[in-house]
């Protein structure tokens, strides 16, 4: 009968999406600019510019991916994003409405809707790490040009083939810059460091600039450089500590979640009393609960470190 329900519904939605001509995607993209439209007084916007008072965690879940998607260039994909999530809300609450469990609904409904956005934080840890090991060879090869040339835009032109997307595309925006728009040097440094979201970059940028009006600070371009090999050294033994955590929690959710159907192959009264009594489903919705904040923090420790001044 709950199935047959869960159909109607269901079907009624969709009737309704196309007696009133909606397109899934547009519906998605309006429902979540509605949550995070800003409804705050004038205090709490002060509390908010002034980080006394954090957003909620949906509207920083969002806000993540929209600066994740349009950090690596993915920013049309975001409603796609937002519908996979919608649709894995109305999953996860239909599966434990069809269960029979209504305490476990919202947990599954919640705890699904953040597993796109739980994906897309994790490319942008891939993203990040790629990124970062080819500005390490891309900054080496041109700081080494650099210093032999003392001339920044003959060492960018020399090793331009070389580099890599995205990379690449920085430096060869750069040199159109100077060649075909502004010939002045410092201004178009400036522009070209804020096209990577990197502070080592940034401050590479900067020493260059410094190396314009004093060429004895070139110096100091080397060590900016050795950097990023830092950073890839601690963040490959980070990787190394982390795996086996992460790798022991993935077979503790298998392990608590493959309990359920053993239970029933072993003691079904067992079985029965945990998933149609009060207690057995709200120990089942706790357990949920708990699998899906400790998925989050997971996702949020396993971030690369990144060097700030």
């Not at 060869?172 to 096209?195: H, I, N």
Request: proline share 3%; hydrophobic share 50%.
């Amino acid at each position: 009968m709950t199935a047959i329900q869960l159909l109607a519904c269901a079907g009624m939605i969709t009737g309704a999406f196309l007696i009133l001509g909606l397109k899934p995607m547009e519906f998605t993209d309006s429902l979540f600019a509605f949550l995070l439209q800003s409804r705050r007084s004038i205090r709490e916007e002060l509390k908010a510019s002034t980080d006394r008072k954090k957003a909620g965690i949906l509207e920083r879940e969002i806000r993540e991916v929209q600066d994740v998607l349009m950090m690596t260039g993915r920013e049309k994909r975001f409603s796609i994003v937002c519908a996979a999530s919608l649709m894995l809300f109305c999953a996860g609450g239909s599966a434990a409405i069809l269960l029979g469990n209504f305490f476990l609904a919202p947990v599954m409904a919640a705890g699904l809707m953040f597993l796109p956005f739980w994906y897309v934080k994790l490319t942008a840890s891939h993203y990040k790490r790629d990124v970062s090991a080819e500005l390490e060879t891309a900054l080496s090869i041109i700081t080494t040009a650099y210093l032999r040339t003392e001339d920044i835009v003959t060492a960018v032109e020399e090793n331009a083939a070389y580099l890599n997307p995205p990379v690449s595309r920085v430096f060869q925006s750069f040199l159109m810059q100077v060649k075909l728009v502004d010939p002045d040097v410092d201004a178009a440094l400036k522009a070209m460091r804020s096209r990577i979201d990197n502070e080592v970059f940034r401050e590479w940028c900067d020493a260059l600039c410094g190396c314009l009006h004093d060429r004895s600070l070139k110096s100091t371009l080397t060590p900016i450089v050795s950097k990023l090999s830092d950073m890839r050294n601690v963040n490959a033994d980070l990787e190394y500590m982390v795996a086996e955590p992460r790798k022991e929690f993935l077979l503790m959710v298998i392990f608590v979640i493959g309990n359920i159907p053993l239970m029933y192959l072993l003691n079904q009264d067992w079985y029965a009393v945990l998933m149609h009594t009060v207690l057995g489903q709200m120990i089942l919705s706790i357990t949920a609960a708990a699998i899906f904040i400790s998925a989050g923090c997971v996702v949020k420790l396993t971030r690369p470190i990144e060097y700030r001044r």
